[in-house]
């Protein structure tokens, strides 16, 4: 079955040093891959998404490629900002017919000042 | 647009009680998703409904089920409640339709305490 693994947190950073945040996939067929982020006491915000190998999704200063060849969709960020704290979670869905998604345990990012 | 809407934010269950949970779907959605996210688990497919239909069904018991309205607002219902289904639902909707995949949008969800 499909599954997702990232890197556990938690990681803490400096305000505007680089983030990268792990992401493999195991998945048969052609899945859609995502990036969304949980503030505390709230719901899941999407990120960014890419649909087909080499896509690259971007948002907010955020980036990440999908890559068929590793079946990874590493997430990226040049310089973080203490508003990016919060939890990550890398997730798939699609491929073999299936539209829920399958989400990676996720990695909470705290940005220090 | 209005995003997903869940009602209600809240709830404390005891055990053996039920509960019913309410989801409003971003408007034109069609499908939509319930998710359990636990800390231990993290977050667990529970059932996608799509035009009023089940389409699929992730791994838990029988006491979760859920329905679609025709307005395509959905509810979930536990029956039978225990402590280990305390958790965050969350709702998600998407304009899927049977032969492509699409972004699922997110709602606030339900906090539900059983003690």
């Known amino acids: 079955g499909n599954s997702v693994t990232q890197m556990e947190g938690p990681v803490t950073l400096s305000e505007e040093a680089f983030l990268t945040i792990n992401c493999t996939y195991t998945?048969?067929?052609?899945?859609?891959l995502f990036w969304y982020v949980q503030y505390p006491g709230e719901g899941l915000q999407l990120l960014l998404k890419a649909t087909k190998a080499d896509d690259k999704g971007s948002n907010k200063g955020f980036e990440a490629t999908y890559r068929k060849e590793t079946t990874s969709f590493h997430l990226e960020k040049g310089s973080v900002q203490v508003s990016d704290s919060a939890v990550y979670f890398c997730?798939?869905?699609?491929?073999?017919?299936?539209?829920?998604?399958?989400f990676g345990k996720g990695t909470k990012l705290s940005v220090i000042p | 647009k209005a995003g997903v809407t869940q009602t209600p934010r809240y709830l404390i269950k005891t055990r053996g009680q039920q509960v019913t949970l309410s989801c409003s779907p971003i408007s034109g959605h069609r499908s939509v998703s319930w998710y359990q996210q636990t800390p231990g688990q993290g977050l667990q497919f529970l059932f996608e409904y799509f035009s009023e239909t089940q389409r699929n069904k992730g791994n838990f018991p029988g006491r979760f089920s859920g329905r679609q309205f025709s307005n395509s607002r959905s509810e979930m219902n536990v029956s039978t409640l225990e402590l280990g289904d305390s958790a965050l639902y969350l709702c998600?909707?998407?304009?899927?339709?049977?032969?492509?995949?699409?972004?699922?949008?997110f709602g606030p969800g339900t906090r539900l305490t059983v003690l």
């Open positions: 998945a048969t067929g052609y899945p859609s």
């Open positions: 997730a798939l869905s699609g491929g073999a017919g299936s539209y829920q998604l399958t």
């Open positions: 998600a909707s998407s304009d899927i339709d049977v032969t492509s995949t699409d972004t699922q949008y």
